[in-house]
């Protein structure tokens, strides 16, 4: 994968493009993520005896990896990767700007 939990990205293709926010969890199964704030949907909440009103929320719904890049603050948009290997340790790199994540 060329994400992990906490990595700030944008959405390159669909309905969200453009818009940012941070990896909230990774479902590798599937090759689908949750991004913070992007991809909002309206869930029908079921009456039960804790929430007798029921009621709406809105919530993360995944999104496919391959819509989404890393963000990188110094080319100021979303950039690929490469892998760097040095002394047992993989470190990702930014490819136009050369920017370390981690």
Known sequence: MHIK??????????NHAGQ?????SILKNSDRV???????????????????QGGTVEREMPLHI????????KA????????????GKSTRIGIPCGTKFD
Request: hydrophobic share 35%; aromatic share 2%.
């Open 20 to 24: 940012r926010g941070k990896i909230v």
């Open 76 to 87: 100021g948009r979303g950039v690929r990767t490469r892998i760097e290997r040095s002394d």
């Open 5 to 14: 939990n906490g990595d700030e990205v944008v959405v390159i293709s669909g």
């Open 34 to 52: 949750l991004v913070e704030g992007v991809n909002l949907r309206v869930k029908n909440l079921r009456k039960t005896q804790s929430n007798p």
């Open 66 to 73: 391959s819509n989404i890049a890393l963000w990188s603050d």
